[in-house]
């Protein structure tokens, strides 16, 4: 079965998966998605004595139909391979009552590399089948992940460039040295001075800028992107959830049909959403549980149907889901309003123009799978120091975050579900603020000297990605108002 694609606020135009990939959001400013979503239809036996790789395939190949099975498994193999440091790539870990999916185990130690580490890939096969002659200028807004990931994805493959724009304030320290050293001679790395959301607006707004694509287009470039916005980020994630349920299945902890639940530390609403697509290809997931930190806008809008983004934002210590405006979330409003572009779009201009709006009732009754709640930031500390004492695994902020909501939806429903939590980063990728939520004296230390500290206490060896910069130069210093982001887009590229 062909799968097209079409935008969340289109007229029904449907494009490829290819070309999907390559304009990462549609013309219209909607999303791409999958007309139809495929169902799981390889046997469950025979999926749980897969490899990750194959498992990949077997998945991918159902939403990426335009792409030969040479060039995917190309992709696949050239992803998933001795960058992650675990031949399972997505291990399950059991540990304090749920089953930890450790998505950290690639080049930068958080879960983005997961799609990152193939997305390169895809977009660099999409252009060749869409004979562009362009070099493809990849822009990112990142609260902190996404933006290493994608670099170090993107970093010297040929016939493309990648910038991203990190907010300056927003980031933990060792997130902020992970980009700041990047090396590669197509990448560039911008400091705003506002929070992510302004830096997503503005990558947004230079997406649809027709002026600036008639610009870019006359100097050989075109734009990409590598946020979640792009289904070529979104299916990569798809194959996770199903690589965990047939792990279960495999581990004998479950039978085959069996549900489990799926709990997600959740920002941008891409993993969670995958995790939805995953429930609607077959998968048996029964609950949704969305994990927000105190920015809790999608734990008050499935409450109340309201998505209300007029509210400060709030630095925490989970700066990966510092988010206010959910972009992904979008694409389950259209799935809520039956398809009907129209209604989506106008929902997404009132949340432009008057920073909300507000479902109708029979879309609400459709939100019965997720079930939404917060961790206040002492209630995520509390947590990982909780999980470290009882099971001596050290978990980081985010998926604390997923943990303690974990711990109050049993208290809650008292339901005895098998739950996976997606463990989205290494406790190494925000050392301070886990040591501090172990034991307060850690404040004192030097980040890597924390780094060293956390490796004591957990045994756990120092991941190469921090070894890589304990040490490394500072290459990228540039700092900008968000307003000043097409000006220094402009600068970079020597487009005038
Ligand atoms: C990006 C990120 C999240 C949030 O994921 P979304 O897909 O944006 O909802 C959670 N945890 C970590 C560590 C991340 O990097």
């Avoid at 395939?57 to 440091?85: G, Q």
């Avoid at 060792?174 to 197509?186: R, S, Y």
Wanted: net charge negative.
């Amino acid at each position: 079965m062909e799968v097209l694609y079409r935008s969340t606020r289109g007229h029904g135009e449907q494009v490829t998966a290819s070309q999907a990939i390559l304009q990462g959001l549609s013309e219209d400013g909607g999303l791409f998605v999958p007309v139809e979503i495929p169902k799981l239809d390889t046997d469950m036996k025979v999926l749980s004595e897969m490899t990750y790789q194959e498992l990949a395939y077997t998945v991918m190949s159902k939403f990426f139909t335009d792409f030969t099975e040479e060039e995917l498994k190309h992709c696949i193999n050239s992803a998933y391979d001795s960058k992650f440091d675990v031949p399972e790539i997505a291990p399950l870990v059991h540990a304090d009552g749920a089953y930890y999916l450790e998505l950290f185990h690639g080049a930068t130690i958080a879960f983005k590399d997961m799609a990152l580490s193939i997305l390169p890939h895809l977009l660099t096969t999409a252009a060749k089948k869409n004979q562009v002659k362009n070099e493809i200028v990849i822009l990112t807004a990142t609260s902190g992940d996404t933006g290493k990931a994608a670099m170090a994805g993107f970093a010297d493959v040929p016939g493309t460039k990648i910038i991203v724009f990190y907010p300056k304030n927003g980031v933990s320290p060792i997130q902020e040295k992970q980009m700041v050293t990047q090396k590669g001679n197509n990448t560039y790395v911008v400091g705003i001075t506002g929070n992510f959301d302004d830096a997503q607006t503005a990558v947004k707004n230079m997406f649809n800028d027709k002026e600036l694509e008639a610009e870019l287009d006359a100097a050989g470039y075109q734009f990409s992107s590598a946020n979640s916005i792009n289904i070529g980020r979104l299916v990569p994630q798809i194959v996770y959830y199903v690589y965990a349920y047939a792990t279960l299945v495999r581990q004998g902890a479950i039978k085959d049909g069996d549900k489990i639940n799926v709990d997600v530390p959740t920002g941008n609403f891409g993993n969670i959403l995958a995790a939805f697509y995953a429930k609607q290809m077959g998968l048996p997931i029964a609950k949704l549980i969305c994990a927000s930190n105190e920015n809790k806008v999608l734990f008050d809008f499935f409450r109340t149907g309201v998505y209300d983004r007029k509210r400060d934002f709030i630095l925490t210590t989970s700066p990966s889901m510092d988010i206010l405006i959910s972009s992904n979330l979008e694409r389950l409003i259209y799935r809520l309003c039956g398809h009907d572009a129209d209604q989506c779009s106008q929902l997404m201009k009132a949340l432009t123009a008057e920073g909300s709006y507000e479902i109708t009732s029979e879309m609400k009754e459709q939100l019965s799978d997720f079930y939404g709640n917060y961790a206040t930031e002492a209630e995520t500390a509390e947590t990982i120091s909780k999980v470290f004492e009882h099971a001596h695994y050290l978990i980081d902020t985010h998926t604390a975050v997923a943990a303690t909501v974990y711990r109050k939806y049993t208290e809650e429903t008292k339901d005895k579900t098998p739950t996976v939590i997606a463990s989205t980063a290494s406790p190494y990728k925000f050392t301070r603020s886990v040591m501090n939520a172990v034991d307060s004296k850690y404040d004192a230390m030097g980040d890597f000297e924390l780094v060293d500290e956390l490796s004591r206490i957990t045994g756990v060896k120092v991941p190469q990605a921090i070894e890589d910069i304990r040490t490394a130069p500072v290459l990228h210093d540039t700092v900008v108002d968000a307003c000043d982001m097409p000006a220094a887009v402009k600068n970079i590229l020597g487009v005038k």
